[in-house]
């Protein structure tokens, strides 16, 4: 049974009202502003109309029926975006998580209460990664730099008919800059405080007229924040960054109706594990038990005075790597005048090092080093039409990838410890404890095929209304086998399958020319799969299944007056079956983490979106989400998650506001001056209510001062990141007497940004 805080619980009356005012507080700036300029004249530039693919057709934000944001490449400058994990800063009911394995490469993406927080192979995230088109089945890699972006969508709610599976919270896209049409070069470098040095450099030229190359070379480094102080010549400082990235890109017309465009990139990160400590808890032992497993001889005189810093004395574990290579071909042929054939293939590849010393001390207590890696191929035929007043996309998608996580040696005091002693500091643990003394050691390997055929149509009833609908048909088949300590020394060997029928239905109607609502939907699907740490035996190497979510939605976008634009969407998702984690430290060794699917949940709240322009030259972009959400019933025989539970890193509300000022000088140049501010509220680290898991509310704030020359060929710019240096928690995970803490790794951060572009001919 869980047991839930009043202060984490409020009324369904206190929900209402304070939901209430806050759309009121959102609105009526936008309203007096909107009055205000009525009976003015338009400016001279009109409200910015945003192009997306959200459901892989362009069409304008404001007229698709579903919630999506749109950072472009303008915010992504102005906010100092520079990874996927800065965007979790800047989109309503989208919070990101770097906890896996201490690796910065790793990404939690969570949306709308959905996500998951796990890498390992047997695994599969709650949210959708997509890079120009390409499905990135894996977490770990997630948080690419973004040097080349043209804009990142992020879509909110099931998207299970147009991506499918694994989409269960939403889908992120990012689109990269597509070769030709400019022939330019960019080179940009960054100095900062913390050591920080970074470079980039952009080429886009047409080599003919039929074929264009686009380049791009990145590199960044930052000192670390801490250090391991028990090691002699430790690899890395803890928090340390270096990354080398780059991507290429080549385009081919074979003819007006034929293109193929081939795309290699790369990444190589080497860098500092994440800040890691631990807090003590009430029920702390203090004598070593081993019936209960406790951590025995942990004492809070052996940690370290700066908890930035790392105790441990098992050299290695103080660093972690990232590397990663991929390739795509995309072949577009416009077959006829309403028929158009898309064929995008892929190839991917990338392993990691990492782990945790869990009780952060000098002591030999729990260190999980691990090694992981994964291969994917993917393909996808799509054929997209439009007929009179039909427009539809259509496809085939085959998905395979091979994986492996490798976890060893480790140690788990008490049943892992060579040589361990008792609390005298004499008595070897072996003589009180027949199943202690060695080493552990775990691997698990998965394969995983998937398939799936999709159709979405849409139909413009009259010159108001449109209406649309869609399937897909998924399927998972999955092999995976595994070695654990507790499976006596038998490998076990696992097969599933998973199959979903998934829909959609919608309908846009235009209120008035500037003014769209759209009501949707959605029935998504999350594949099933198996524990990644069944240290309790092989009987807990058994699957679980797949989750399904019906979601209810209703938006409205546009704009008001001349000057405002907004996007709000309301929405009420029910989830069955929604497979959650929870992960125990139990006797016999190692962290047992149980995904079940606990019943059903719900989660329910609001997204606004507002870009006012206050005047032709001041800009306010703000986001404003609420959510609701809830664990509402239990299966039979569901351990340690309750009725009332909140799934994890799922903040009640999220607010973004950045507002920018434009000023021209009397040369020409152009001054920009920027602030942005981001408040993600209270929530927990496992998708259980546990006091010591609570992590608390954090507020971000940067800013940006740029001078860009009267020629617009260069810029400079003074920057800075979390100017009040905030230290949050980034995962919290309840052990034996103490809760393991990932803290965060973005520190304040000032410096200079030069930009310099090229014309190439």
Same mark, same amino acid.
């Given at each position: 049974?869980?047991?839930?805080?009043?202060?984490?619980?409020?009324?369904?009356?206190?929900?209402?009202?304070?939901?209430?005012?806050?759309?009121?507080?959102?609105?009526?700036?936008?309203?007096?502003?909107?009055?205000?300029?009525?009976?003015?004249?338009?400016?001279?530039?009109?409200?910015?109309?945003?192009?997306?693919?959200?459901?892989?057709?362009?069409?304008?934000?404001?007229?698709?029926?579903?919630?999506?944001?749109?950072?472009?490449?303008?915010?992504?400058?102005?906010?100092?975006?520079?990874?996927?994990?800065?965007?979790?800063? !800047? *989109?309503?009911?989208?919070?990101?998580?770097?906890?896996?394995?201490?690796?910065?490469?790793?990404?939690?993406?969570?949306?709308?209460?959905?996500?998951?927080?796990?890498?390992?192979?047997?695994?599969?995230?709650?949210?959708?990664? +997509?890079?120009?088109?390409?499905?990135?089945?894996?977490?770990?890699?997630?948080?690419?730099?973004?040097?080349?972006?043209?804009? *990142?969508?992020?879509?909110?709610?099931?998207?299970?008919?147009?991506?499918?599976?694994?989409?269960?919270?939403?889908?992120?896209?990012?689109?990269?800059?597509?070769?030709?049409?400019?022939?330019?070069?960019?080179?940009?470098?960054?100095?900062?405080?913390?050591?920080?040095?970074?470079?980039?450099?952009?080429?886009?030229?047409?080599?003919?007229?039929?074929?264009?190359?686009?380049?791009? /070379?990145?590199?960044?480094?930052?000192?670390?924040?801490?250090?391991?102080?028990?090691?002699?010549?430790?690899?890395?400082?803890?928090?340390?960054?270096?990354?080398?990235?780059?991507?290429?890109?080549?385009? +081919?017309?074979?003819?007006?109706?034929?293109?193929?465009?081939?795309?290699?990139?790369?990444?190589?990160?080497?860098?500092?594990?994440?800040?890691?400590?631990?807090?003590?808890?009430?029920?702390?032992?203090?004598?070593?038990?081993?019936?209960?497993?406790?951590?025995?001889?942990?004492?809070?005189?052996?940690?370290?005075?700066?908890?930035?810093?790392?105790?441990?004395?098992?050299?290695?574990?103080?660093?972690?790597?990232?590397?990663?290579?991929?390739?795509?071909?995309?072949?577009?042929?416009?077959?006829?005048?309403?028929?158009?054939?898309?064929?995008?293939?892929?190839?991917?590849?990338?392993?990691?090092?990492?782990?945790?010393?869990?009780?952060?001390?000098?002591?030999?207590?729990?260190?999980?080093?691990?090694?992981?890696?994964?291969?994917?191929?993917?393909?996808?035929?799509?054929?997209?039409?439009?007929?009179?007043?039909?427009?539809?996309?259509?496809?085939? !998608? +085959?998905?395979?990838?091979?994986?492996?996580?490798?976890?060893?040696?480790?140690?788990?005091?008490?049943?892992?410890?060579?040589? /361990?002693?008792?609390?005298?500091?004499?008595?070897?643990?072996?003589?009180?404890?027949?199943?202690?003394?060695?080493? /552990?050691?775990?691997?698990?390997?998965?394969?995983?095929?998937?398939?799936?055929?999709?159709?979405?149509?849409?139909?413009?009833?009259?010159?108001?209304?449109?209406?649309?609908?869609?399937?897909?048909?998924?399927?998972?088949?999955?092999?995976?086998?595994?070695?654990?300590?507790?499976?006596?020394?038998?490998?076990?060997?696992?097969?599933?399958?998973?199959?979903?029928?998934?829909?959609?239905?919608?309908?846009?109607?235009?209120?008035?020319?500037?003014?769209?609502?759209?009501?949707?939907?959605?029935?998504?699907?999350?594949?099933?799969?198996?524990?990644?740490?069944?240290?309790?035996?092989?009987?807990?190497?058994?699957?679980?299944?797949?989750?399904?979510?019906?979601?209810?939605? *209703?938006?409205?976008?546009?704009?008001?007056?001349?000057?405002?634009?907004?996007?709000?969407?309301?929405?009420?998702?029910?989830?069955?079956?929604?497979?959650?984690?929870?992960?125990?430290?139990?006797?016999?060794?190692?962290?047992?983490?149980?995904?079940?699917?606990? /019943?059903?949940?719900?989660?329910?709240?609001?997204?606004?979106?507002?870009?006012?322009?206050?005047?032709?030259?001041?800009?306010?972009?703000?986001?404003?989400?609420?959510?609701?959400?809830?664990?509402?019933?239990?299966?039979?025989?569901?351990?340690?998650?309750?009725?009332?539970?909140?799934?994890?890193?799922?903040?009640?509300?999220?607010?973004?506001?950045?507002?920018?000022?434009?000023?021209?000088?009397?040369?020409?140049?152009?001054?920009?001056?920027?602030?942005?501010?981001?408040?993600?509220?209270?929530?927990?680290?496992?998708?259980?209510?546990?006091?010591?898991?609570?992590?608390?509310?954090?507020?971000?704030?940067?800013?940006?001062?740029?001078?860009?020359?009267?020629?617009?060929?260069?810029?400079?710019?003074?920057?800075?990141?979390?100017?009040?240096?905030?230290? +949050?928690?980034?995962?919290?995970?309840?052990?034996?007497?103490?809760?393991?803490?990932?803290?965060?790794?973005?520190?304040?951060?000032?410096?200079?940004?030069?930009?310099?572009?090229?014309?190439?001919?």
């Amino acid at each position: 049974m869980s047991i839930h805080s009043p202060s984490l619980r409020t009324s369904t009356p206190t929900r209402v009202c304070a939901l209430t005012l806050a759309i009121s507080a959102c609105l009526y700036p936008a309203l007096s502003v909107a009055q205000q300029t009525s009976n003015e004249p338009a400016a001279d530039e009109a409200v910015e109309k945003i192009m997306v693919t959200a459901r892989k057709r362009t069409e304008s934000i404001y007229e698709t029926p579903t919630a999506v944001s749109s950072i472009g490449e303008g915010l992504i400058e102005d906010t100092n975006v520079t990874n996927l994990d800065d965007i979790g800063k !800047y *989109v309503p009911n989208l919070n990101i998580s770097r906890y896996g394995a201490g690796n910065s490469g790793h990404a939690s993406v969570f949306i709308r209460g959905i996500g998951l927080q796990d890498h390992v192979i047997t695994t599969d995230p709650g949210v959708g990664v +997509y890079l120009d088109g390409v499905y990135l089945g894996r977490q770990m890699g997630a948080n690419m730099s973004l040097p080349n972006v043209q804009r *990142v969508e992020v879509l909110r709610g099931p998207q299970g008919t147009l991506y499918g599976r694994n989409t269960l919270g939403g889908a992120v896209n990012i689109i990269t800059k597509a070769p030709g049409a400019q022939d330019i070069a960019t080179v940009s470098a960054k100095v900062g405080t913390r050591g920080r040095l970074a470079t980039d450099l952009y080429i886009n030229s047409d080599i003919t007229d039929d074929f264009s190359v686009s380049a791009t /070379g990145s590199f960044k480094q930052r000192d670390g924040v801490g250090t391991a102080i028990n090691l002699d010549n430790p690899e890395r400082e803890i928090g340390e960054e270096e990354e080398y990235s780059g991507r290429v890109a080549a385009k +081919y017309d074979f003819s007006s109706d034929f293109s193929v465009t081939v795309a290699a990139d790369f990444v190589e990160n080497e860098a500092g594990q994440s800040p890691y400590t631990i807090e003590f808890t009430e029920n702390r032992p203090t004598e070593f038990s081993i019936d209960d497993g406790e951590f025995y001889l942990l004492d809070p005189s052996l940690l370290p005075e700066n908890p930035d810093d790392l105790g441990t004395t098992v050299p290695g574990i103080e660093s972690t790597a990232y590397s990663g290579w991929g390739t795509s071909l995309t072949a577009l042929w416009a077959a006829t005048n309403n028929l158009d054939l898309k064929f995008i293939a892929s190839k991917r590849s990338s392993e990691y090092e990492g782990g945790l010393d869990d009780d952060a001390s000098p002591l030999n207590l729990s260190e999980f080093p691990e090694t992981g890696s994964a291969d994917q191929t993917s393909f996808e035929l799509q054929l997209n039409g439009t007929y009179d007043r039909y427009d539809f996309v259509s496809g085939l !998608y +085959y998905f395979t990838e091979e994986g492996d996580t490798t976890s060893g040696p480790w140690t788990f005091s008490p049943f892992n410890v060579p040589n /361990g002693l008792l609390n005298d500091g004499v008595t070897p643990v072996t003589e009180v404890c027949s199943f202690c003394g060695d080493y /552990g050691f775990f691997d698990i390997q998965q394969e995983t095929k998937a398939y799936a055929a999709y159709v979405n149509v849409s139909y413009s009833l009259t010159e108001k209304l449109d209406i649309g609908g869609g399937m897909r048909y998924s399927r998972d088949e999955k092999d995976a086998d595994a070695l654990f300590p507790s499976f006596g020394g038998e490998r076990a060997y696992r097969s599933a399958e998973f199959s979903e029928f998934t829909w959609d239905v919608n309908a846009g109607y235009k209120l008035t020319n500037d003014l769209n609502m759209y009501l949707a939907v959605q029935k998504g699907y999350q594949t099933g799969g198996f524990p990644p740490r069944p240290f309790g035996g092989a009987a807990q190497f058994v699957s679980f299944d797949e989750t399904t979510a019906i979601n209810y939605e *209703v938006g409205f976008k546009g704009e008001i007056g001349e000057r405002v634009t907004f996007m709000s969407a309301f929405f009420l998702t029910d989830y069955t079956d929604l497979a959650l984690p929870f992960s125990d430290p139990q006797a016999g060794g190692g962290f047992v983490t149980i995904v079940e699917n606990a /019943g059903e949940s719900r989660s329910q709240g609001v997204e606004l979106e507002l870009t006012t322009n206050v005047t032709d030259d001041f800009v306010i972009r703000s986001t404003f989400g609420y959510l609701d959400a809830e664990i509402t019933s239990i299966d039979d025989g569901v351990v340690g998650i309750g009725e009332g539970d909140s799934p994890a890193l799922s903040p009640k509300w999220t607010i973004m506001v950045a507002p920018t000022y434009y000023h021209e000088l009397g040369s020409g140049a152009l001054m920009t001056f920027s602030v942005d501010y981001s408040f993600r509220d209270q929530m927990q680290g496992q998708s259980v209510y546990n006091p010591n898991e609570t992590m608390d509310a954090r507020e971000l704030v940067g800013f940006n001062v740029s001078y860009e020359a009267p020629a617009g060929d260069w810029s400079v710019s003074l920057y800075g990141k979390n100017v009040f240096d905030e230290v +949050y928690d980034q995962g919290r995970l309840a052990q034996n007497g103490y809760v393991g803490i990932v803290r965060s790794n973005d520190r304040s951060e000032f410096g200079l940004r030069f930009t310099k572009s090229f014309d190439l001919y």
